[in-house]
């Protein structure tokens, strides 16, 4: 019977950490920031397992400063990585394919190369489609 209360015990302290964990609000994000400054907040919330808040730095970074390429694509990353980080891979997918696609319509040497190989190493680590469903 111990036992029991105890797992019991356990469960419900679980599933409250996850109710808290998913309940936790978008912070206000200051209209300031430059595009680095919303970046590195974004891998802090990321490091830190604020995968709402990591998600919003990298979207007001993209809608911010999105229209200069080398910004777009290095939140566009980040956000495809944070994807993978959690299991939502089709939007990473999605992501990776843009990135790519864009390397391959660039004049060479317009866009940061490291992203590419970056882009393709994450391709190949995503499961197949079929292992997905």
Known sequence: MRKITSLIC???????????TACQSV???PEDLTAPQLLQRGQSYADNADYKNAEACYLATIDRYGDNTDTYIEAKYELAH???KTRKYEKARAIL??????YDYATVGTLPAAYKKLAQMDMEKLPSRSEEE
Do not use: G
């Open 97 to 102: 394919e843009e990135i790519l696609e864009l």
């Open 82 to 84: 944070l994807y993978i």
């Open 27 to 29: 912070k206000d994000i």
């Open 10 to 20: 356990i469960f419900v302290l679980v599933a409250a950490a996850f109710t808290f």
